[in-house]
């Protein structure tokens, strides 16, 4: 192996898809009105972001906090160009994606038996038939909703310890022949290290090829931007992140933060990985959503320090 | 490039070198007393850390807090197979380290002219020129003590800014000219990304082989850890790091925090790279290092969260 091809795999340009308004929101007590939803939507817009998950159509009493999703959700599809993603759980939450022409829904599947069942009390399996049901409901409809699975505590989880990377591999395919579009592995939890996520994206996308488009990490135990590195070193270009490393899973205790969209932004700038993100901007709304969250936990590095004097503006807003 | 290829070429073994008695007191205002760097360096060595800068032989004018530096060093010379180093930042302290009989100097040499000026008040060249001088003392007098040169600021320099990888490759060469044992890279003031580290490793490994020891990295920018696997990926397999993720350097604004010790361990453990260190010790002396040290700032995130639940305590105690 020679070192330069560690370099000129990585991509030229990746994608900072924000999940703050979805697995940032669902695990904090604040409720943020509507209205600021929309100005974080607008500003994010505006600092360049076009793949935003905007809310989740779950039951209001389950998580009141993304209640106002088809509102969010409608606003975003204003905005040219922008791909606003929702979280669907389950058949009715797809049904009201399709319904709302969702450009996107992305459908969790925990590889972990255990936080299946307490997240969605289902059995990974029984999720998997969920997705082909919801395939078929598209086909049946003719809804231009396109149908991406998140593979959950794909490496490893809270409640359960240890998942299988074979049962992980095992409901890829699943998933696949029922027919999504896309799949995308889940560090729900914050426990995979570089190695792992070489080793285990690998393997998916010897299964999924092209279709495995997204890498999702917390930042739980400060790896997650070793995680992008080696899950980049494999040609993955789409990460998701949350403004101020907000997120985490209500049933993953100790599972906070999301990496940071702001220091994710500064690491592939840094790499000369183009982003089309306006770091001011970003860190502008970075500040808003930490007001807007007054008192709940935020993280992140870069907003304190600010960028190496090395890194041109120019090209920190490339 | 097979993906295996990235796990492979990893090392099964790497040494985490604690930098806290030196590169972090010396940018802390906090004066440690003695018999609590004698406890550190007792605690260290039970939790099986075999290499520690143990401190500075400059004049106790400059830093005070290192003024102990050579009783300190007394003391880890008497703990058998642990390698104990000094820093030293020119001829007189080579010629102190060499009577001391330690058995490593590190010589720091910035790579960049801004930054040696402020940090040693001479050129780059000039420095280069006396550790020609140290080595060639250290023929005269049959000393045993090796001579290791950290290019420091190799990175970039938050005083000068960018820094010419091929001035870093040049200071390279000369140094391994003028004789000296070892050489390693630092990025001073947390401006690396990982695919910086990959390319300057590669090219510094070109001209200096298996005599480019080690990588010393702050994680000013949240990025240490990302840096560490790149180096890793390229066989490095010795890293600086400092309990508690103190440190910096005084004449570098905003350079704050080496990698944690325990962040690090934590990620070679995972990875299943062998450290020969006891996790929960590690934490116990960091515990200490913060008491001592209340009211300066620390880093790190796995003494707040805790190893996961996949990672078996028989395997942290590798």
Sequence with gaps: MHPASLISKLPRRAVVREMGLRDGLQSVATIVPTAAKLEWIRDAYDAGQREIEVGSFVPPKLLPQLADTGEVLAFAQTLPGLRATVLVPNFKGAERAMAADAEMMLVPLSA?????????????????????????????????????????????????????????????????????????????????????????????????GERLVCGHFHDTRGLALANVYAAMQLGIARFDACTAGIGGCPHAPGASGNVSTEDLTYMLHSMGIETGLDFDRLLALRAKVVKWLAGEPTHGTIWKTGLPKTIKKEEAHA
């Design 112 to 208: 972990s038996h255990a936080h299946s069942l307490a997240n969605l009390r289902k059995a990974p399996d029984e999720v998997v038939g969920e997705i082909a049901r919801i395939r078929a409901e598209r086909d049946a409809t003719g809804a231009r909703t396109r149908i991406e699975v998140g593979i959950s505590t794909a490496f490893g989880c809270t409640i359960q310890g240890e998942v299988d990377p074979e049962e992980v591999v095992r409901l890829v395919q699943a998933v696949l022949d029922a027919g999504v579009d896309a799949v995308s592995l889940a560090d729900t939890v914050g426990y995979a290290d570089p190695a792992m996520v070489s080793r285990l994206f690998e393997r998916v996308l010897r299964v999924a």
